[in-house]
C-alpha cells in the first residue's frame, strides 16, 4: 500500500512541475455542488440531504436540554452549505500535572455545550475541576466523501514513528473504536480524527451539538446536570432521531449522505507563479504533513474507486505546537496533537487554526512549532519573491 501512496505523491508533483493535469483529478465545482458523476438516486440522497442538513431543529425533533446551534448550517454555511462559520464549540476538561487529561466524563467526551433549553435548569455547568477550556472552529465537509473512501491502510502507511528520513514529522494515524461496527479504524474527521465514518460523525454531532440522540449516540449528554433532573429538561423519548416510515431513513442517515456526496473546492487558477509556490512549499517542508494528493482504495461506486484526492493532508495527528490540551474518546495519543487539516478551499477559509486564533496565513504558518518547526525556519527564512509565491500558491487552493 505505500508504494501506491508513493506513486500517487509523485504523480502530483509530476503535475506541478510540468503544469498538466492529474488524470482522474476531479472536476472543479462551485461550492456546494454535488460530486461530478453521481447517479440520479445518489442525486436524490443529495438533494434530501441538504435539506435535512439546513433544517431548523426543534424541540418536538429531540433539540436540547443542551445544544450549540439548531441546525447544521447554523455552523457549515461559508462560502455555501457545507463550509464553516464564525462560531465555536467549547470543549473542556481536566489535566493533571504530569499531563494526563481527564475528560469531562468517563464515556470520553469533551463537548460543553453553550446553549440549554429555556425550561427548568438544563444549562450545563463545568466541574470546579477544570483546567483545560479550548474552542474549536467548524471543519468544512467539502470532499468528505471521498476522505471517507481512503483506505485505513494508506493512512498506516504514512506514519513514521521513528522519524526514518530525519525530518522531525513523526505523524500518527488516530484508532478508534467505530460506534457503529465496534471495529478499530483510523480516523480522520474531526480536529481530533475522532472519527472514522461519515455515518458515525453525522451521529455524533447530532447530539452533541443540538441534543438529538440516534441509534450511534443514544443517550443524552450534559454535564452537570443530575440525571433525575435531566429527565424533566428532556421530555421526548431516546433516541430521538427516528426512521421515517416510509422511507427507513434517519437524518443522520441524510446528513451523512449529504456530505458524502458533496463535491470538494476546485482550485483556482493556476498561473505560473502558483506553481513556484507550490515548489517552495515542498522545498521547505510543509508537504511533509500537508501532502499534495492521497488516493482512494477499490470501490464499486465509479466516483469512488481509485479517485485522487488533491486535500493537502496526510489525515494524521501531529505534534506542531497548536494542539488544544484536549484527549478525545478513545483515541490514542497525547493532548496536544492536532490533525493536519486539509487544505482544498483554503482560499475561502478565515481566520486559521483549529480555534481561529491566527488572522492571516503568515500568522499561522509561524505558529507551527514542534514537527514543523523545520518548516517554519524555512518560511522564515525565505526571501522576498519566494515567501510571495507560497502565499500566492495557498491563495489558490
Known sequence: MKSRVLVVIAATWTAILTGVPLTGQL?????????PGISPLEFEEFRLGLNTFKE??????????????TSCSACH???AIGGISPMTEVRAGRRDPDGTFHPLEPRGNTIFQS???P???CQPVLPETTNVVARRMPIPVFGDGLVEAILDDTLLALEDPSDRNRDGVTGRASIVTDPITRERRVGRFGWKAQSATLLSFAGGAYRDEMGITNEVFPV????GIDPEQLKRCDLTPDPEDRRDPATGRRDIDNFAAFMRFLAPIGRAPITAIVREGELVFAAIGCA???????VTGPSSNPVFNHKTVPLYSDLLLHTIGTGDGITENDSTGTPDEIKTPALWGLRLRRPFLHDGSASTLEEAIRRHLGEADLARQGFNSLDDQSRAALLTFLRSL
Open 27 to 35: 472536476a472543479t465545482s462551485v461550492p456546494g455542488d454535488p460530486l
Open 56 to 69: 431548523v431543529e426543534t424541540v418536538d425533533d429531540g433539540l436540547g436540554p443542551a445544544f450549540n446551534a
Open 77 to 79: 454555511s461559508v462560502p
Open 115 to 117: 446553549f440549554s433549553l
Open 119 to 121: 425550561n427548568h435548569l
Open 220 to 223: 443524552e449528554l450534559a454535564f
Open 288 to 294: 511533509a504533513c500537508h501532502i499534495p494528493a492521497l
